[in-house]
């Protein structure tokens, strides 16, 4: 048998969908925040209109869906603190991290890549 | 050369990079976030996990999240000679021991809960799917 | 990693997105929807041709069957739900929905 490795996996959530328009963000934030409890190596990553899930200013008010930004912020309470936005799908949004709720690490699509390839688990929200 | 019959770990110690031996039992859990028939995905999870016991592989579990947990559903009643998704599910639990998972917040929200669950399924916490992540070998996720 | 698409090019840029993260040797599974990218002569072959020089590309052949594809970009290799495990038990799986 192998020799003994701890348990700890490298998971990696993936948001690719915009809030509100879809369930998926926030179904995949539930879950995220569920794992969290569980002392493994996660990580997410924002991509595409997933960038826009981070975006400030967002009042679900008028559409009377709970908003959920602010539910990011606590995350690192959570002891998630890897956050990696995928740097051309905030360019082409014509976003900065200054537009984010959170402090987020910035790279390019090849890092995030390598990341991915180092990962357990890939979950795609 | 690893052993065969045993999983060979990178020394780096990641399970990410490990090489499965052929003739190895991979250990697999499946994640499906669609309803039947609207999107494919239940239908292409299905073939798969068959393909994959069939090949002498270990489905340990599909996990329903999003709109998944509606594949359960035992009232579901498509035409005779269409394929019946719910009993898919169903069989791959009493037949093959595969556990067949709801997850409890999704299921409420979209108004699964035990009086209309099929025989074999089970409804029951996002923690249930971090422990089917853990400890199999793949986690794949089927989706629209 | 074992990437898998499974939606048409010509309806989203998950495709497209996809391709911006895989490293050179990731093996690429189209299925559903998604061997549409696979089929012989539309817009996607040059891309499909390109990503060949450093992954294999791989298309579910019932889903090219269901949908009547007949002939594929040259070098896309047919895989069925047994070939589809065997991606599996080789590659984590990053799939993109």
Same mark, same amino acid.
């Given at each position: 048998?192998?020799?003994?490795?701890?348990?700890?996996?490298?998971?990696?959530?993936?948001?690719?969908?915009?809030?509100?328009?879809?369930?998926?963000?926030?179904?995949?934030?539930?879950?995220?925040?569920?794992?969290?409890?569980?002392?493994?190596?996660?990580?997410?990553?924002?991509?595409?209109?997933?960038?826009?899930?981070?975006?400030?200013?967002?009042?679900?008010?008028?559409?009377?869906?709970?908003?959920?930004?602010?539910?990011?912020?606590?995350?690192?309470?959570?002891?998630?603190?890897?956050?990696?936005?995928?740097?051309?799908?905030?360019?082409?949004?014509?976003?900065?991290?200054?537009?984010?709720?959170?402090?987020?690490?910035?790279?390019?699509?090849?890092?995030?890549?390598?990341?991915?390839?180092?990962?357990?688990?890939?979950?795609?929200? | 050369?690893?052993?065969?019959?045993?999983?060979?770990?990178?020394?780096?110690?990641?399970?990410?990079?490990?090489?499965?031996?052929?003739?190895?039992?991979?250990?697999?859990?499946?994640?499906?976030?669609?309803?039947?028939?609207?999107?494919?995905?239940?239908?292409?999870?299905?073939?798969?996990?068959?393909?994959?016991?069939?090949?002498?592989?270990?489905?340990?579990?599909?996990?329903?999240?999003?709109?998944?947990?509606?594949?359960?559903?035992?009232?579901?009643?498509?035409?005779?000679?269409?394929?019946?998704?719910?009993? *898919?599910?169903?069989?791959?639990?009493?037949?093959?021991?595969?556990?067949?998972?709801?997850?409890?917040?999704?299921?409420? *929200?979209?108004?699964?809960?035990?009086?209309?669950?099929?025989?074999?399924?089970?409804?029951?916490?996002?923690?249930?799917?971090?422990?089917?992540?853990? *400890?199999?070998?793949?986690?794949?996720?089927?989706?629209? | 990693?074992?990437?898998?698409?499974?939606?048409?090019?010509?309806?989203?840029?998950?495709?497209?997105?996809?391709?911006?993260?895989?490293?050179?040797?990731?093996?690429?599974?189209?299925?559903?929807?998604?061997?549409?990218?696979?089929?012989?002569?539309?817009?996607?072959?040059?891309?499909?041709?390109?990503?060949?020089?450093?992954?294999?590309?791989?298309?579910?052949?019932?889903?090219?069957?269901?949908?009547?594809?007949?002939?594929?970009?040259?070098?896309?290799?047919?895989?069925?739900?047994?070939?589809?495990?065997?991606?599996?038990?080789?590659?984590?799986?990053?799939?993109?929905?």
């Amino acid at each position: 048998m192998a020799e003994e490795q701890t348990n700890i996996k490298k998971i990696m959530h993936v948001m690719r969908h915009a809030p509100h328009g879809t369930i998926y963000t926030y179904e995949g934030l539930e879950m995220i925040l569920i794992m969290a409890a569980y002392e493994q190596d996660i990580s997410i990553a924002f991509i595409g209109d997933g960038v826009y899930a981070l975006k400030k200013g967002q009042d679900t008010a008028g559409i009377d869906i709970k908003g959920f930004a602010k539910t990011f912020m606590a995350l690192d309470g959570y002891d998630v603190e890897k956050l990696y936005v995928d740097a051309a799908s905030l360019a082409e949004r014509g976003l900065t991290e200054d537009d984010l709720v959170v402090d987020v690490e910035v790279l390019s699509s090849g890092e995030i890549g390598r990341l991915m390839g180092e990962q357990d688990v890939v979950l795609p929200h | 050369m690893p052993e065969p019959g045993y999983l060979s770990m990178r020394s780096s110690g990641s399970f990410a990079s490990q090489i499965i031996n052929q003739g190895t039992i991979v250990n697999i859990g499946i994640l499906l976030k669609e309803g039947p028939y609207n999107h494919q995905a239940s239908d292409t999870a299905y073939k798969f996990a068959e393909a994959a016991i069939a090949k002498g592989h270990k489905v340990d579990a599909v996990f329903l999240y999003n709109d998944g947990v509606t594949n359960v559903n035992k009232l579901m009643d498509p035409p005779q000679d269409d394929r019946h998704i719910a009993d *898919r599910w169903s069989k791959l639990s009493k037949q093959h021991g595969v556990e067949v998972l709801a997850c409890i917040a999704a299921s409420k *929200r979209r108004g699964i809960n035990d009086d209309i669950l099929i025989e074999g399924g089970e409804i029951t916490g996002l923690g249930t799917l971090t422990d089917i992540a853990i *400890r199999n070998d793949r986690l794949v996720t089927f989706g629209d | 990693m074992l990437y898998t698409i499974n939606t048409s090019p010509f309806e989203n840029s998950t495709m497209e997105t996809a391709l911006r993260f895989i490293q050179p040797g990731d093996p690429v599974l189209f299925l559903e929807d998604g061997v549409y990218a696979v089929q012989a002569g539309n817009r996607f072959s040059e891309t499909i041709s390109s990503l060949l020089d450093k992954n294999p590309v791989y298309a579910l052949t019932p889903d090219l069957e269901a949908r009547g594809i007949g002939s594929v970009t040259d070098g896309v290799s047919g895989v069925d739900y047994g070939g589809f495990v065997d991606l599996v038990e080789e590659h984590q799986p990053n799939s993109w929905l």
